[in-house]
């Protein structure tokens, strides 16, 4: 269902027509392997584990809100990835979705390439020990100094994302006395968040450079005319959330007839093309994502088909699975605090967190699960709306989900699916303190990055 964004935020109560509603599951302790991590289960005596640790265990050494993550969960999906591809491909994981240290150590233990799109995320890569040739750096708007230390440090590639930055790091690269592996992001006029492929309007954004008119075709001229500069191939980016291969096709076909067109003006065949990331996970029992497998054919597939109708090798793919591969392999675990019946309507159920440790209900009205985990109920359900402790109407966690009737404070409470983009767009929103993020595995729970301290916020002010 879609909903018109009030200027302010979502409206208070925003009650939706009776009936909207599907019916609550049958067995409101049913943990749907598709929307939690793969070591996710409930115990004898009703409660929930994962990575053989209860929840409540895990609550009494980290606290709440706090993110845990599976770590054994991450690094399958990273081999399901890499497996699928093959060793004739680039996997490159999405840090924007969620990076740390330990992150880019499994990334590096489990043969994926990287791509970031700051300085500080290159940071985080680089002191973690991500080799800097297996780097890929992202961005529509690098500064100098960003371009001189990726340059530096001899990133494998930079996706060049206008004509001002294909002069910018040419001239950065010459002065430096490197030749730098690039490149060029294309808008192709493929828009996938809502499966709809349109030609012309989607071209109408910040990032890329519009294959319609010949720009992308100068973009390839210039690029190739530079010596600082050595063109590897284009690299397109359709959306995000995306469950079938539909967009993908006539991105594909675009990216090829541009390979095609540059092979017939230049004499250059480019050997690598980039179909980036925003494949979708299952944030509730509704989603349907497809496999890394049945990915990794379709594209191939596609790329293979393409190039052979316009008389190309086949370049050497590469993909982005970021939220692909995160998303699933953690939740947020939350203590309840008030519950407030309203007659006729819902329950809303509030919890330590909210907002700042979750924006993307609030931002992209996006839609979740969740689930009483720290013991079991035969509880009847009741509708119930999760809200987060913040001054803000709009701090919504959970919009529409059922739990049972018995729920009680201090009863915990999980949402899956939060290891992509919650962590990373957290805030201090009411000088809230940053959950932690716990990495769970064989029994064994640590800090991978630590809760924020009331010392902590106050470092940054001067006063």
């Not at 935020?9 to 749907?32: I, K, M, Q, S």
């Not at 150590?105 to 985080?124: A, F, Q």
């Not at 930079?158 to 040419?170: G, M, P």
């Not at 191939?233 to 067109?261: K, N, P, T």
């Amino acid at each position: 269902m879609s909903r018109s964004a009030h200027p302010a935020g979502p409206r208070h109560a925003d009650v939706l027509p009776e009936g909207h509603y599907t019916a609550p599951p049958t067995d409101l302790n049913a943990l749907d392997a598709k929307v939690w991590s793969r070591t996710v289960a409930r115990n004898a005596d009703g409660a929930v584990t994962v990575g053989g640790i209860e929840v409540a265990r895990l609550t009494e050494e980290f606290g709440t809100p706090a993110y845990i993550l599976d770590e054994s969960d991450f690094r399958a999906r990273c081999r399901a990835w890499a497996h699928a591809f093959g060793p004739d491909a680039d996997v490159f994981y999405a840090g924007k979705a969620f990076l740390s240290r330990a992150v880019v150590r499994w990334l590096k233990e489990e043969g994926l390439n990287l791509d970031v799109c700051s300085g500080g995320e290159l940071t985080c890569a680089l002191d973690a020990g991500m080799p800097a040739e297996r780097i890929a750096f992202h961005g529509n708007n690098k500064t100098v100094a960003e371009i001189e230390r990726a340059v530096t440090v001899g990133v494998g590639r930079i996706v060049l994302d206008s004509f001002q930055e294909i002069a910018r790091v040419a001239h950065v690269a010459q002065r430096l006395g490197k030749r730098q592996r690039v490149q060029i992001r294309v808008t192709v006029g493929v828009e996938a968040h809502t499966h709809e492929f349109i030609a012309t309007a989607h071209e109408d954004q910040k990032f890329g450079i519009a294959l319609a008119g010949g720009e992308a075709a100068e973009a390839v001229r210039r690029a190739l005319a530079l010596d600082g500069l050595e063109l590897i191939g284009i690299h397109s980016h359709i959306g995000s959330q995306i469950f079938d291969m539909a967009g993908f096709e006539v991105s594909a076909r675009r990216v090829v007839g541009l390979l095609a067109a540059v092979r017939d003006e230049h004499g250059v065949e480019l050997p690598e093309i980039d179909l980036g990331g925003g494949l979708g996970i299952a944030y509730t029992s509704d989603d349907d994502p497809r496999e890394p497998h049945e990915i990794a054919k379709a594209l191939g597939d596609i790329v293979t088909r393409e190039c052979e109708a316009a008389g190309l090798a086949t370049p050497r793919i590469s993909v982005e699975p970021g939220r692909a591969i995160v998303g699933p392999s953690a939740f947020t675990l939350y203590e309840v605090g008030t519950i407030k019946p309203l007659e006729g309507l819902r329950t809303y159920v509030s919890v330590d967190g909210g907002m700042s440790d979750n924006i993307r209900t609030a931002l992209y009205d996006a839609e979740y699960s969740v689930a009483l985990v720290s013991r079991a109920s035969d509880a009847e359900p009741m509708l119930v709306r999760v809200v987060g402790k913040h001054c803000e109407s709009g701090d919504i966690v959970v919009r529409d989900a059922f739990l049972p009737s018995d729920l009680a404070p201090g009863d915990l409470i999980a949402v899956p699916a939060t290891g992509a983009y919650c962590r990373s767009m957290a805030s201090n929103y009411n000088h809230a303190l940053r959950p932690p993020v716990v990495a769970v595995r064989d029994g064994q729970a640590r800090v991978i990055v630590r809760r924020e301290t009331e010392e902590d916020l106050l470092r940054l002010d001067v006063g």
